[in-house]
């Protein structure tokens, strides 16, 4: 059984900063990519960043500059730095990783989301 947990999020003032940490547990033999995703109030989920497991990153363009992703491949975390927070970051914040429980095979998990709110 493989477990996604974030931890981090929390409620702050616009131009302050959070960290979001997600940790992988359970039967894992391989970490592929690793992302965050966010949904705010009547809006779809959307990509906010991803690292590959060579370390490669990508951002949505509206985060470029203020967040930053890392992972740690052998604690199996990763986080989510986000400097410069506006209130349109506001939103569910949601873990997301390619995890190979076996050699053979290949799932996409998710963490239960934490809420990040910005006030203005």
């Known amino acids: 059984q493989v477990q996604l947990v974030e931890s981090g999020g929390g409620l702050v003032q616009a131009g302050g900063s959070l960290r979001l940490s997600c940790a992988a547990s359970?039967?894992?033999?391989?970490?592929?990519?690793m992302r965050w995703y966010r949904q705010a109030p009547g809006k779809q989920r959307e990509l906010v960043a991803a690292?590959?497991?060579?370390?490669?990153?990508n951002y949505v363009e509206s985060v470029k500059g203020r967040f930053t992703i890392s992972r740690d491949i052998g604690k199996n975390t990763v986080a989510l730095q986000m400097n410069s927070l506006k209130p349109e970051d506001t939103a569910v914040y949601y873990c997301n990783a390619e995890i190979m429980p076996t050699p053979l095979n290949t799932y996409s998990y998710w963490g239960q989301g934490t809420q990040v709110t910005v006030s203005a």
């Open positions: 690292v590959t497991k060579s370390g490669s990153t």
């Open positions: 359970g039967s894992i033999f391989k970490i592929n990519a």
